[in-house]
């Protein structure tokens, strides 16, 4: 039986269409005492800011910015002095460390008001905050930090969970906020984060010193408090009492005026069939990696009468529109295997995506960006996520999943509210924004690469997947051995990330089973790059000691499992070729180009597999496939194969013991006189693999530390 491990989320709740919207989770208190009581002040507040965001009933991956405003020893004047602690640029509030917070004066912050002279100012004060570092301190502080500075309170959380942008998001939600807290939650307009907001905030505050709290129209809501614990479970409290508020309303009546669409029992299928047609055609200087998900929030919206309506508005708060663009591509789920219709769509996206860009840009605003769609939406199937790596395509689907749990709150009090047009440009191309990308480290050689390891548990393909993985490639590891191969996803997600690598038991001589893991590699990542034909067996007899099954069992999956994985990937391969090819790579044998003593069925099988190459190579060039063929020779740590009867079989072909002499005769074999390990041939698959061989097909490097008799002719 086939098993995928780490793959995508299964739905929650009726997978179908639900009779009644689904509604909002409502937090609590994750407040410990007897943790807390033994805390610093500054620990205190990152206890409270990963209790906040680690619950993401509270705020988003990244989202949410937490304050605390403590006292400190000046190391210039070893006076007292108080100091903001604030969430840094770019952390997560939930993973954060101490070192993830920005501290600055608190005096040096009050200061700088005499800087500023209106919200055309708003870009230059960031640039002061610098200067009002504490310590030394290299984190960099974030724009939302005069919402911080600028308030009196000691303690402050400023957060957007769904339910509360839902209510900052509709024409009904300044009502409702009035309903829910009487008047003790005030209600600011949108304006773009930054110095003015923060101007605002404090002067709406003082004018009404009664205020818990404020909802800040497009944002989220902020609140304070006296003490840590009061402040965080303030926060809680709030968004329960916005959940439950909203859920109320929603129990009347289907979200997104009900399904009109029923939800596919194929979806998965579909999705792994869609996922690559799509991507091939998302041209660009960088290729694309994809996520898929199905989850109840996403099957309702894409099946709901409402749909298409809601989509084209765009979402409305800047977290979320920075993660997936102005607008989703929305796909008809009649049309999908038209393959000039999906070209049609992604090329009007891209030219839609232009004229916003024309219709918007100031003067100074920086180049167009990548005008693929990240976000791709289909009734009956669900929702997929684009982006150069695993990880923001994931983050992205899981936003817009946020997205859509406000515009089901949002339309339950009133109209959804997306983003102005105007506005979400210049938070896309803000100035800040750009210099925040151009400070982000070069991706590495691989990253929006995607490959598959066919042999995946073993030495050769372990560590070739491994070397991969360094670089930045996804990769899908196939093996017949479910429990082997799931041991070695889990260290590879331990080390490299969960996102990046997923598993299937496949059994290359099994076409049902290749077919599958193909599809799974398409689903999970979004298609593929590059296909590492490693999964191998050897046996070592006389030839007439060659049985008819030691024969057919040495091509079935030396040679006729090459052409299975290789057919599989094929047309997936195909799609790539505008984005610069594809590679395959077999894992042969120096076997294969030098005759061997006592192995005629498995060095003639390898031989057969290395002229299949040959003949793809050919095949492959015109589509930009490269396909290449490593010939390892007694690559034996780390190798199932020598730990079985291969070992002695070999041993007693050479006349010596099995152990230690085995090794040491290969050594002395070779011409460097060096063992060969499998971090050696990942190397070489790399090199195939990777742009570094851009212009090569149809070759075989040998790894076998020397020997004339395998020197290719």
Not at 40 to 46: G, Q, R, T, W
Request: net charge negative; glycine share 8%.
């Amino acid at each position: 039986m086939n098993t995928i491990t780490e793959t995508r989320p299964s739905s929650a709740g009726n997978p179908g269409n639900p009779a009644n919207a689904i509604p909002f989770a409502v937090p609590t208190s994750r407040w410990d005492e007897s943790v807390a009581a033994t805390l610093s002040p500054e620990a205190l507040l990152l206890y409270r800011s990963n209790l906040l965001g680690s619950d993401l009933t509270v705020t988003n991956f990244g989202g949410g910015n937490t304050s605390a405003k403590l006292t400190e020893t000046d190391p210039l004047t070893g006076n007292p002095v108080e100091v903001l602690w604030v969430k840094g640029s770019g952390g997560d509030i939930g993973s954060m460390k101490l070192d993830g917070f920005a501290t600055l004066y608190q005096d040096k912050l009050l200061g700088l008001e005499a800087h500023y002279s209106g919200p055309d100012d708003d870009d230059k004060m960031v640039g002061f905050l610098p200067h009002c570092t504490f310590n030394l301190n290299g984190r960099a502080a974030s724009i939302d930090t005069p919402l911080h500075s600028l308030l009196p309170f000691a303690h402050v959380d400023h957060v957007h969970p769904d339910a509360i942008i839902a209510l900052a998001a509709s024409s009904g939600g300044e009502a409702a906020t009035q309903a829910i807290w009487g008047g003790k939650i005030g209600w600011l307009p949108w304006k773009r984060p930054g110095y003015t907001l923060g101007v605002m905030l404090r002067d709406y505050v003082a004018a009404n010193p009664h205020l818990e709290g404020v909802m800040l129209a497009g944002h989220g809501i902020i609140c304070w408090a006296d003490s840590a614990k009061a402040c965080y479970e303030h926060t809680v409290e709030l968004i329960a009492d916005a959940a439950k508020y909203l859920n109320a309303r929603l129990e009347t009546a289907p979200a997104f005026g009900g399904a009109i669409h029923q939800t596919s029992p194929d979806r998965a299928a579909l999705a792994a069939d869609l996922m690559p047609r799509l991507r091939s055609q998302m041209t660009g200087a960088r290729r694309k990696v994809g996520h898929f998900s199905d989850d109840s929030e996403a099957l309702e919206f894409v099946n709901s009468a409402e749909f298409l309506k809601l989509a084209d508005l765009g979402t409305s708060c800047p977290d979320h529109f920075l993660r997936t663009k102005i607008a989703p591509l929305t796909l008809d789920p009649e049309r999908l295997q038209d393959d000039a219709y999906l070209a049609q769509k992604v090329a009007d996206y891209r030219a839609m995506y232009a004229a916003y860009y024309e219709r918007c840009k100031r003067d100074n605003s920086p180049a167009m960006r990548d005008p693929n769609p990240i976000v791709v939406l289909v009734p009956g199937i669900g929702r997929m996520t684009f982006a150069t790596d695993k990880t923001t395509a994931r983050l992205a689907g899981e936003f817009y999943g946020n997205a859509i749990n406000v515009m089901r709150g949002a339309e339950a009090i009133g109209d959804y509210i997306a983003l102005d047009e105007q506005e979400a440009f210049d938070i896309e191309y803000w100035l800040l924004e750009e210099a925040k990308l151009q400070r982000m480290p070069k991706p590495k050689p691989l990253v929006g690469r995607i490959a598959l390891v066919t042999g995946g548990a073993g030495g050769i393909g372990a560590a070739t997947a491994a070397r991969l993985l360094t670089d930045g490639a996804c990769v899908m590891l196939a093996d017949r051995d479910a429990n082997a191969v799931e041991e070695v996803r889990a260290g590879f997600a331990k080390q490299y990330g969960r996102d990046v690598v997923r598993a299937v038991t496949c059994d290359v001589t099994d076409e049902a089973q290749v077919a599958n893991a193909f599809a799974a590699a398409a689903r999970e990542f979004g298609g593929l790059d590059i296909l590492v034909a490693n999964a191998g067996i050897a046996s070592s007899a006389p030839l007439e000691e060659t049985t008819i099954e030691l024969w057919n069992r040495n091509y079935n999956v030396l040679a006729e499992g090459y052409f299975l994985t290789s057919r599989a990937a094929w047309p997936l391969l195909k799609g790539m070729k505008e984005q610069g090819g594809a590679s395959v790579v077999f894992i042969g044998s120096k076997n294969g180009v030098a005759a061997a003593t006592n192995a005629s069925a498995y060095a003639s099988a390898k031989a057969a597999a290395n002229h299949l190459a040959r003949c793809l190579a050919l095949e492959g060039a015109p589509a930009g496939i490269r396909v290449n063929v490593v010939n390892p020779d007694a690559v034996i740590r780390g190798s199932r194969i020598w730990d079985g009867d291969w070992r002695k079989e070999r041993a007693g072909a050479h006349g010596i013991d099995a152990g230690k002499e085995l090794e040491e005769h290969y050594r002395q074999r070779s011409m460097l006189k060096r063992d060969v390990l499998p971090e050696d041939i990942a190397e070489a698959v790399y090199f195939l693999a990777s742009d570094m061989s851009a212009k090569s097909t149809g070759n075989m490097i040998n790894v076998d530390a020397g020997n004339a008799q395998a020197f290719t002719r």
